[in-house]
T-cell receptor, first 111, second 113 residues
């Protein structure tokens, strides 16, 4: 059973479109992270959210942690080809415990 | 700082051969871990270490051994490679404990024939 379900698995859009990626679980997480991975490289952290209902913005990217701390979303406004990559969510069920990764969402933005 | 370094970048092994994947970090991180990444499977934790001399198993430890003799180094050993171990392996490190930001190395792409 996958503890963190990401959807959609694949997303192919045109430059300028908006999109949302979801990370859902039936379990409560003490914190949740979003990573971005480019081909041939390791994942790089984008953001960490720790408080239920928290919203963080990173330029055109908006991250939200659900009120119950069971889910999160990543919204990209006006996607650009440079946003292309694999987006991974990862959660820690308790502080100090191992991160659990979702399977990822592969985003392709064409110009 | 070099961050997290991994060697080799690519490796091809025959079934039954052994090898060690090297991982080093220069950020004085206490926590280090090894993941494998397979298509459609995300990242799965193999082994981790919370400090020199301390290691523990993750989600998929079978077929792999680790040791942590120094803070900087965390090698992953495959004693008898199997085709099921064909994967991309990532080493990661972080401050303090496991829920913190993970800094990943560039990965090692391993093929076992």
């Amino acid at each position: 059973t996958q503890l963190l379900e990401q959807s959609p698995q694949f997303l192919s859009i045109q430059e300028g479109e908006n999109l949302t990626v979801y990370c859902n679980s039936s379990s409560v997480f003490s914190s949740l992270q979003w990573y971005r991975q480019e081909p041939g490289e390791g994942p790089v952290l984008l953001v960490t959210v720790v408080t239920g209902g928290e919203v963080k913005k990173l330029k055109r990217l908006t991250f939200q942690f659900g009120d119950a701390r069971k889910d999160s979303s990543l919204h990209i406004t006006a996607a650009q080809p440079g946003d292309t990559g694999l987006y991974l969510c990862a959660g820690a069920r308790q502080a100090g415990t191992a991160l659990i990764f979702g399977k990822g969402t592969t985003l392709s933005v064409s110009s | 700082n070099a961050g997290v370094t991994q060697t080799p970048k690519f490796q091809v092994l025959k079934t039954g051969q052994s090898m060690t994947l090297q991982c080093a970090q220069d950020m004085n991180h206490e926590y280090m871990s090894w993941y494998r990444q397979d298509p459609g499977m995300g990242l799965r934790l193999i082994h981790y270490s919370v400090g020199a001399g301390i290691t523990d198993q993750g989600e998929v430890p079978n077929g792999y051994n680790v040791s942590r003799s120094t803070t900087e180094d965390f090698p992953l050993r495959l004693l008898s490679a199997a085709p099921s171990q064909t994967s991309v392996y990532f080493c990661a490190s972080s401050y303090f404990t496991r829920g913190y930001e993970q800094y990943f190395g560039p990965g090692t792409r391993l093929t076992v024939t």
